[in-house]
């Protein structure tokens, strides 16, 4: 039998968030316990129909059973441009400026691989998606939090982060709308986050996982319709949250072309590209109908009105999202974020996602997700009522 030794950077892996809270929801499915799982950001309505279609066709494809190629079809990047095109009015070259992704986690998780050497600084908003800090990791990179403050309307306050630090950064993480705050961002915030670019030699990596989950027909705005965005970094994009299809993982990466093909020869290497049937149906998934989407916001929204509400009426501190399905909510007083979610655990049977495992800055918080129907929010709410 030989010694087997994780290596550091895995001995050094914080525990994977969502792990521990599906070994919660485990043990109380296992206890019998009729669960209310508001914990992950995973739609539980399906993919719409034209997509399922497609793919169905596009399997019997003999062509898309072979290797795909790397960057991505070029049909699936042009249907991407024109994407862009009309929802920001934002003009992407399908053949240097896009490239497919297996999903946006996996673009965010090679990105540092790409740019970062050992003891450079990334600069990754916290709380956050948790992928940040741990790619940086993976690339011998240093993770420098920027807190997101609720004082700041959870945005990073550079004025604030210390001119070594600038100095020694490569690459930044930004992610509007945002999860887990829900906060969005305007163009005059993007337009700081292309200045300290420029000023600082920063790559920028906007990860948009939730531009198309929006309320009240406010629709957020890209990083790269900003002047200068396309000069200084990327955009990440995922079909996951837009579509329902966090299980075909597929999503893409546009902007700075140097950039893509930095990250694309990480990719060339590690990985060869989505399976093209997918691609395809992507490409339907691309041409949703708003009428579709539509229907998707509209649910959505019944569920945030019905939850923000519903919170506030028992005294809970809950932001109202103008975008994501999540709602940031501050534990009531007595709690932390640990002792809150386990409180709503075995107590309501109601699972949830403890804010500080987002990062330091996050105690104090928990966040609800909007992915169950309007029925069980209200009997959330009806056991949250009675546990308080
Ligand atoms: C869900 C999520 C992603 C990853 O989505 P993919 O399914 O990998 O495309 C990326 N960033 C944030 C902030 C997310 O919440």
């Known amino acids: 039998m030989i010694s087997i030794q994780l ?183 993007y337009k700081d986050v292309v200045s300290i670019a420029l000023r600082y030699n920063i790559i920028v990596c906007h990860d948009a996982a939730y531009s198309e989950v ?26 996951s949250k837009t579509y329902n299809m966090t299980g075909w993982r597929i999503g893409f990466a546009a902007g700075n072309k140097d950039i893509l093909a930095g990250l694309g020869k990480i990719k060339s290497n590690l990985d060869s590209g989505v399976f093209q049937a997918v691609q395809e149906a992507s490409i339907a998934a691309l041409g949703t109908s708003d009428s579709v989407l539509s229907d998707i916001r509209k649910t959505y929204q019944e569920r945030r009105d019905a939850l923000y509400s519903g919170l506030k009426g028992i005294g809970l501190n809950a932001i109202k999202p103008k975008a994501t399905f999540y709602l940031w909510t501050k534990v009531p007083s007595g709690f932390d974020s640990s002792s809150f979610v386990a409180l709503l655990l075995d107590k309501a049977g109601i699972l949830t996602t403890p804010g500080n495992g987002f990062g330091a800055p996050g105690e104090g918080y928990v966040r609800f997700a909007l992915t169950v129907p309007v029925e069980r929010i209200k009997e959330a709410l009806e056991r949250i009522k009675k546990v308080l």
């Open 214 to 239: 929006y309320y009240d027909n406010e629709k957020p705005v890209s990083f790269l319709e900003i002047e200068g965005a396309k000069e200084v970094g990327i955009e990440m994009h995922s079909l």
């Open 7 to 189: 290596s550091d950077r895995v001995k050094n892996l914080p525990p994977y968030l969502f792990a521990a809270i599906d070994k919660m929801k485990q043990d109380a499915l296992a206890k019998g316990v009729d669960l209310i799982d508001l914990s992950i950001g995973d739609p539980d309505i399906p993919t719409p129909k034209h997509i399922v279609d497609a793919m169905k066709k596009a399997v019997e494809n003999p062509a898309y059973h072979r290797y795909p190629s790397y960057e991505g079809m070029l049909s699936y990047r042009k249907a991407v441009a024109e994407w862009y095109k009309k929802r920001f009015n934002v003009s992407l070259d399908p053949s240097n400026e896009v490239l497919s992704l297996i999903g946006s986690k996996e673009g965010i998780g090679h990105i540092p691989l790409a740019f970062v050497n050992p003891g450079d600084v990334v600069l990754v908003p916290s709380p956050g998606y948790p992928v940040y800090p741990v790619g940086t990791l993976f690339a011998g990179g240093e993770s420098y939090f920027m807190p997101l403050k609720e004082e700041n309307s959870f945005l990073p306050d550079f004025k604030a982060i210390p001119e070594a630090v600038l100095k020694k950064a490569k690459l930044m993480f930004v992610n509007y709308p945002n999860n887990p705050t829900s906060a969005t961002a305007s163009a005059e915030f």
